[in-house]
Each structure stands twice: as structure tokens, then as C-alpha cells.
T-cell receptor, first 114, second 113 residues
């Protein structure tokens, strides 16, 4: 069965430091991949998505993610975090079939130290 | 204006009460979804609808029902609320083109006492 693992429940970084959030998936073929962000009291907003082509994907708010087929990973990165990046981040995957469902990871909560 | 709206945003209700959460969208998408979010569990799918006449159960549908009144409206009901249904509920729509991205409403925080 499909699954998504975000190994880090909480991550704390200092403002201005670089960030990497990990995501691994289990699926027999390359799925569509997404990263969503949920700010406090808000719904989920799409940061970026991968479905084909260049394996380094640029998103909003200065985020990027790299799809590595050999490692079944889709890690999210940002070179320099801002206090406003404090939020919960969800990795999600879906099969390449419109009728199938998105599977979400359990989330990583990012804390920013001033 | 938001593309996906949910009402109410917050609700406190008592055990045994019937409650309805409503979702409306202006994105023109056929597909709509209801999720619940619990701390540490991520999002879990309750029900989804491919169109007005096509409703499907998700992984945690017990204790819930839905109604798709129109393409733009998808309601979630708790027939007899219980405390372990206390959670954050999200409605989402799904676009019909690759890669079938989902768009989320702001959520309804439901507390059952």
C-alpha cells in the first residue's frame, strides 16, 4: 500500500539558517508528489508539486524540493528561513490516476528561533 | 474571496447532537473531499465525491455522512456526535488536470463535549 513517511515530527532552526524537511514514500512507480504548508489557524496551501521533468522543483515562498527516484524521497529545502515559515508541513503523494486519492504524511512542525 | 469556504469555522456541540459542516467552492471542480486532522495523525479521508451522483467512503467514514447538493456544495454530517470526533475538518476540491492538485478550505474546528 502507498505510504508517506515524514520522519521528523518537530524541527527547530534559527532564523536565517537553512532548512531541509524529509519525506519518503512507498509506492511501486513514480507518483505525483506535493508539499503543503499549514500556518496556524489556516488551511493547507500548496508549496510545490512534482509530476514530471526536472527533478528539482521550485515553489512559492523560496522553497524547493528534489525528487530522488533511487531513494524514494522528495525532501523540501529552503536556504534561509524566516520567522514566518513557522508552520506545519505535509508531504503528500498520489498515484498517476485521477481517481486515486492523495496520501498525506503525518506532518513536520517547524519552529523558528529568533 | 476564498475559492473554498467552510462554515462554521468553529463549533462546540454536545455528545449526541446532530451537526452539519458545510463546504462551498467557486473553482468549478467536480471532485470534492472531506478530511479530518488530528494532532500527529496528519489528514485522513472521510468521504469524497466525484460528482453530484457519485459519493464514496474514505478510510474513516463511520459515524459520518455526506450530501452533495450541487457541484459547488458538499456537506458533512455527524448524526450523533461523540467526543472522539473532536478534530479539525477540512474540505478540499480537486482539479481535473495533471497533477490533480487539491485546494483546501480554511477548516472547521469542531469540539464535542
Amino acid at each position: 500500500a502507498q505510504s508517506v513517511t515524514q520522519p521528523d515530527i518537530h524541527i527547530t532552526v534559527s532564523e536565517g539558517a537553512s532548512l531541509e524537511l524529509r519525506c519518503n514514500y512507498s509506492y511501486g512507480a513514480t507518483p505525483y508528489l506535493f508539499w503543503y504548508v499549514q500556518s496556524p489557524g489556516q488551511g493547507l496551501q500548496l508549496l510545490l508539486k512534482y509530476f514530471s521533468g526536472d527533478t528539482l522543483v521550485q515553489g512559492i515562498k523560496g522553497f524547493e524540493a528534489e525528487f530522488k527516484r533511487s531513494q524514494s524521497s522528495f525532501n523540501l529545502r529552503k536556504p534561509s528561513v524566516h520567522w514566518s515559515d513557522a508552520a506545519e508541513y505535509f508531504c503528500a503523494v498520489r498515484k498517476r490516476n485521477r481517481d486515486d486519492k492523495i496520501i498525506f504524511g503525518k506532518g513536520t512542525r517547524l519552529h523558528i528561533l529568533p | 474571496d476564498a475559492d473554498v469556504t467552510q462554515t462554521p469555522r468553529n463549533r462546540i456541540t454536545k455528545t449526541g447532537k446532530r451537526i452539519m459542516l458545510e463546504c462551498s467552492q467557486t473553482k468549478g471542480h467536480d471532485r470534492m473531499y472531506w478530511y479530518r486532522q488530528d494532532p500527529g495523525l496528519g489528514l485522513r479521508l472521510i468521504y469524497y465525491s466525484f460528482d453530484v451522483k457519485d459519493i464514496n467512503k474514505g478510510e474513516i467514514s463511520d459515524g459520518y455522512s455526506v450530501s452533495r447538493q450541487a457541484q459547488a456544495k458538499f456537506s458533512l454530517s455527524l448524526e450523533s456526535a461523540i467526543p472522539n470526533q473532536t478534530a479539525l475538518y477540512f474540505c478540499a476540491t480537486q482539479e481535473g488536470i495533471l497533477p490533480y492538485e487539491q485546494y483546501f478550505g480554511p477548516g472547521t474546528r469542531l469540539t464535542v463535549t
